[in-house]
């Protein structure tokens, strides 16, 4: 049976509100005139994400070569655009659900959603985006399915019809969502980083995650980056269900293959951004 949509959008708004200090993160570093200072002054009165926030600059994923003790120094080490991003994944993973009656296995999807956020960062890299960017790279990666954690929260039942629908057909997971659900997790997930106002890049990132039009992927570097780590690590895990669109090859700039072999450190850089679902959980 469909989700009745006005009960999604009813249980969407009852989720706990985004933190308010990351809020302000948010809102302040949109703006060109942020400085380090206020941006300090804000994680400082939030001790919990003060705490988180260190933990996770001095993790191995960074790897930095001394500890970081302060949210200053960690503003110096890192960036603004790094703490802000720090910032929003602490506030969202751990605002987000963590059980389900469905069955999901919460540990294996964000444990996907690591390696596609590692793996988008890598791609990010190799196309030139600045170090003080590619961290927005991981971000995407690591919150793109946040909708599939809700629907199985949310509505179980019909997540578990969802599953069996697939499991009995050839259908792909959006097409399984679609027919069964009435709606995709992608949309879900779109609704509920709109709900809590997160940039409107990843936004468009949640939303369109799993698209194959290349008009919304070619002018937009954190979508394109996430939905080819996203079709690459299924790749390698399902290969006859997996095909990559045009759009998204042209993009890669090599035979998917070559991409792939070039991957030998990934499995190395989850293990150390691991940390991210231990720590901002």
């Not at 200090?21 to 948010?26: F, G, N, R, T």
């Not at 703490?83 to 999807?109: E, F, M, Y």
């Not at 629908?165 to 997790?185: F, K, M, P, R």
């Amino acid at each position: 049976m469909p989700i009745d949509q006005s009960k999604l959008t009813r249980l969407v708004e009852t989720l706990p509100a985004f933190p308010e200090s990351a809020q302000k993160i948010i809102a302040l570093t949109s703006r060109v005139d942020c400085s380090p200072k206020q941006l300090v002054k804000i994680i400082e009165h939030d001790p919990v994400l003060t705490m988180k926030v260190l933990k996770l600059v001095n993790s191995a994923y960074f790897g930095l070569s001394r500890e970081v003790k302060s949210v200053n120094h960690a503003v110096v080490y890192v960036g603004i655009n790094t703490i802000k991003n720090l910032a929003i994944s602490v506030a969202t993973t751990g605002t987000l659900p963590k059980q389900n009656a469905a069955g999901l296995d919460t540990r294996a999807l964000w444990y996907h959603s690591l390696k596609v956020g590692v793996l988008a960062k890598i791609l990010a890299e190799e196309h030139g985006t600045p170090s003080t960017q590619t961290v927005n790279y991981f971000v995407g990666g690591l919150l793109h399915d946040i909708g599939r954690l809700l629907v199985a929260h949310f509505f179980p039942d019909e997540y578990k019809s969802m599953l069996s629908h697939i499991n009995a057909s050839q259908d792909s997971i959006l097409e399984s969502e679609a027919l069964v659900l009435g709606i995709t997790h992608a949309e879900i997930g779109a609704m509920v980083s709109e709900h809590w106002q997160l940039p409107a890049e990843l936004q468009h990132c949640i939303r369109h995650h799993h698209s194959t039009q290349a008009e919304l992927l070619v002018n937009a570097p954190l979508t394109m980056a996430v939905n080819a780590a996203n079709l690459l690590i299924h790749l390698k895990d399902e290969p006859e269900k997996i095909t990559i669109p045009e759009c998204i090859l042209q993009w890669l700039g090599a035979p998917v293959e070559d991409v792939l072999a070039r991957l030998t450190t990934l499995e190395n850089e989850v293990d150390k951004a691991v940390s991210f679902i231990e720590i901002a959980g």
